[in-house]
């Protein structure tokens, strides 16, 4: 049971343009959503997250949109840079008394040309 | 500050055999978790050690095993290996009670089984 989607295997962005990425969850109970970006031969590494009590986090050119009706999030990365090419998981958590266990979604691999 | 470090890099072992990896936490990180990504999946939750203890798991068969040292150290078995668990395995830390989510990962153990 897939509970957090992904459905664009891939994304292809000039550079200086805006990158959206998607992500879709069917578990309500989701507490924090986060974003993951992973390069070739390295672990993930955590670029920004949100509460399900909000709807916006902004953090520099990434700002993360949480529709909770929809149960649908997004990142979106303006302006793009060559050096965002990079895997980028979505991911969610049940919070703490789950151990703060994160679900991830299969990830997007997003290709900033220059 | 030390992040958190895995080995070995890469093991090759044949099918039937077991498999043991290793992960050391951030420093003052009581929690560790335990992903599988196999060539083409997201990631896959296999286990949560928190204080010693195995806390959670996910839907994968018993003979992946691990344990959490006293120094908060933790190894995955993996015994009678199948080619299907050939996937690059990522340790990830945190603190036990923050709420946000976020994991600290490593940089992976690629398994691969012959």
């Known amino acids: 049971d897939q509970q957090v989607k992904q459905n664009s295997p891939s994304l292809s962005v000039q550079e200086g343009r805006i990158s959206i990425l998607n992500c879709d969850y069917t578990n309500s109970m989701f507490d924090y959503f986060l974003w993951y970006k992973k390069y070739p031969a390295e672990g993930p590494t955590f670029l920004i997250s949100?509460?399900?009590?909000?709807d916006k986090n902004e953090d520099g050119r990434f700002t993360v949109f949480l529709n909770k009706s929809a149960k649908h999030l997004s990142l979106h990365i303006v302006p793009s840079q060559p050096g965002d090419s990079a895997v980028y998981f979505c991911?969610?958590?049940?919070?703490?008394?789950?151990?703060?266990?994160?679900?991830f979604g299969a990830g997007t691999i997003l290709r900033v040309k220059s | 500050e030390a992040g958190v470090t895995q080995s070995p890099t890469h093991l090759i072992k044949t099918r039937g055999q077991q498999a043991t990896l290793r992960c050391s936490p951030i420093?003052?990180?009581?929690?560790v978790y335990w992903y599988q990504q196999a060539l083409g999946l997201g990631l896959q939750f296999l286990l949560w050690?928190?204080?010693?203890?195995?806390?959670n798991r996910g839907n994968f068969p018993p003979r992946f095993s691990g344990r959490q040292f006293p120094n908060y150290s933790s190894e995955l078995n993996v015994n009678a290996l199948e080619l299907e668990d050939s996937a690059l395995y990522l340790c990830?830390?945190?603190?036990?009670?923050?709420?946000?989510?976020?994991?600290?990962f490593g940089e992976g153990s690629r398994l691969t089984v012959l």
């Open positions: 949100i509460s399900s009590i909000k």
């Open positions: 991911a969610a958590s049940l919070g703490p008394e789950y151990g703060n266990k994160l679900v």
């Open positions: 050690y928190d204080e010693g203890e195995e806390r």
């Open positions: 990830a830390s945190s603190f036990s009670l923050r709420n946000t989510g976020e994991l600290f």
């Open positions: 420093s003052g990180h009581t929690s």
